[in-house]
C-alpha cells in the first residue's frame, strides 16, 4: 500500500514539473524565452493621483468600475457627430483639446487600454511605486529651471504671431529644431520607447526578439527600436544616443538592463545626459512580462524613482507608424507661423 502510494505521488509531481516546463518559454541557450508582441496599454497612470496617497491598490470592485466608465467614454466619443455643425472660431475656442479645441484626435485614434494593471492578482494606483506616493520625486533647482525655459518657448495659439511682441522678434515656429522631438518625429511623447518604457495614449504595442547576444524591443510608436547587447559595455562617454546605450545581463531568469550615455534630450523629461536607468524583465507567467525599472538623475530629481507593471501578451501585429515620412503638420507649422507673421508686420505698416 506505500509503495503504491510512493508510486501515485511522484507521477503527480512528474506531471506537475512536466506541465509547469511546458507553460515556462526558454530558449535554445536556457534563458527564459521573452519574444512576442505584449500591449502595454492600460488605465493604471504612470503617477498616482494625490488623493490615494500612499494606498498603492484599489479594490476589484473598483477598478472594475475605472474600466467600466473608460468603455462607456470611448463609446459616448465615437458617437455620430451632427455633420452640419459650425466650425470652431478662428484660433479655437480656448477649451481643453488640440490646438485649442480646434479638432484633433477623436475616440477611434486613441488607445489607453480598458483594464487596471495588476501585479500579483492586485490592482495598482500607480506606476510608480517609489517614493511611496506613487510619484516622481521633486525637481532640482536646475531643473525647474530648464522646465520653465522649455514651457516659455512656446506661444499660446491664438491665432496671431503673438511671439513677435517678445522683443527679439525669435518665436518657437522659427526652424524644426526649435519644434518638440515628437513634433519631428525623432522619438515618441511619453517615453513610450524610452527608457524607462512607458504607456502612452495610443500605439503600446511593443515586439520583443532576442537572441543570445542581443535582444531588440521594437517599439509600435514613431519607429524607436531599442538594441541590448548582453554582456556588453558602455562606449566611452562622448559616445551619445537618443535613447541612451543598452547593456544586458542575466540574474537567475531575470534579464537586467541598464542604460546610460543619453544625449542631452532623453526621452524622459526633463533629465539630463546624466540619467541611468536600470531596467528589469521577467516572466510572470506564460502570458505576461512582469517589467520594472528604476531612474537616476541627481541633476534632475531629488531622490531616485521606481515602478513597475504588467505587460499582457497579444496575438496583435505591430504595423508600421510612418511618422517622419508623413509628417506633414511640422512643415505646415512653419509654413502657417510664416504667414502669420507676414500679416503681422502688414497691419503694422
Known amino acids: 500500500m506505500k509503495l503504491a502510494l510512493t508510486f501515485a ?7 506537475a514539473l512536466a506541465t509547469a516546463e511546458s507553460d515556462e518559454k526558454r530558449t535554445p541557450w536556457g534563458t527564459p524565452d521573452f519574444t512576442g508582441t505584449y500591449d502595454t496599454a492600460t488605465l493604471t497612470p504612470v503617477q498616482r493621483p494625490n488623493y490615494y ?41 480656448g477649451s481643453p483639446g488640440a490646438a485649442g ?13 480598458d483594464t487596471v494593471n ?16 506613487g510619484r516622481r520625486p521633486g525637481l532640482t533647482p536646475e531643473a525647474q529651471q530648464r ?14 504671431a503673438s511671439w513677435l511682441n517678445r522683443g527679439d522678434g525669435s518665436g518657437p515656429y522659427d526652424n524644426p529644431e526649435r519644434l518638440t522631438l515628437a513634433d519631428r518625429c525623432l522619438q515618441g511623447f511619453s ?21 543570445p ?22 562606449p566611452p562617454d562622448d559616445v551619445r544616443y537618443w535613447m541612451g546605450d543598452s547593456i544586458g545581463w542575466w540574474e ?53 524613482w521606481s515602478g513597475d507593471y504588467v505587460w499582457p501578451e497579444s496575438d496583435e501585429n505591430i504595423y508600421e507608424y510612418a511618422c517622419h515620412e508623413g509628417n506633414y503638420a511640422m512643415g505646415n507649422i512653419l509654413r502657417g507661423a510664416r504667414r502669420l507673421e507676414r500679416e503681422a508686420l502688414a497691419a503694422s505698416e
Open 147 to 160: 522646465i520653465r525655459a522649455f514651457y516659455g518657448s512656446f506661444a499660446r495659439n491664438d491665432g496671431t
Open 9 to 15: 505521488l511522484a507521477a503527480v509531481a512528474t506531471a
Open 191 to 211: 517615453s513610450t520607447g524610452g527608457p524607462p518604457m512607458m504607456p502612452a495614449l495610443y500605439n503600446n504595442h511593443k515586439r520583443i526578439v532576442h537572441g
Open 53 to 93: 496617497g500612499t494606498n498603492l491598490y484599489i479594490s476589484k470592485e473598483e477598478a472594475e468600475k475605472r474600466a467600466k466608465d473608460q468603455a462607456a467614454g470611448i463609446a459616448a466619443g465615437s458617437s455620430n457627430k451632427d455633420p452640419k455643425r459650425e466650425a470652431p472660431p478662428q484660433g479655437g475656442d
Open 252 to 304: 537567475d531568469d531575470t534579464l537586467v538592463v541598464e542604460t546610460t550615455n543619453f544625449n542631452d534630450t532623453p526621452a524622459q523629461m526633463p533629465a539630463t545626459r546624466n540619467l541611468k536607468v536600470t531596467e528589469r524583465f521577467e516572466r510572470q507567467d506564460a502570458d505576461n512580462l512582469h517589467y520594472s525599472f528604476t531612474v537616476e538623475d541627481p541633476a534632475t530629481w531629488q531622490d531616485k
Open 213 to 234: 547576444d542581443t535582444v531588440v524591443i521594437l517599439v509600435e510608436m514613431v519607429h524607436d527600436a531599442r538594441v541590448i547587447r548582453i554582456g556588453g559595455e558602455h
Open 101 to 113: 479645441n480646434v479638432g484633433g484626435y477623436n475616440t477611434f485614434w486613441i488607445d489607453m487600454g
Open 118 to 133: 495588476a501585479v500579483d492578482g492586485k490592482f495598482r494606483t500607480s506606476i510608480i511605486t517609489y517614493p511611496e506616493n
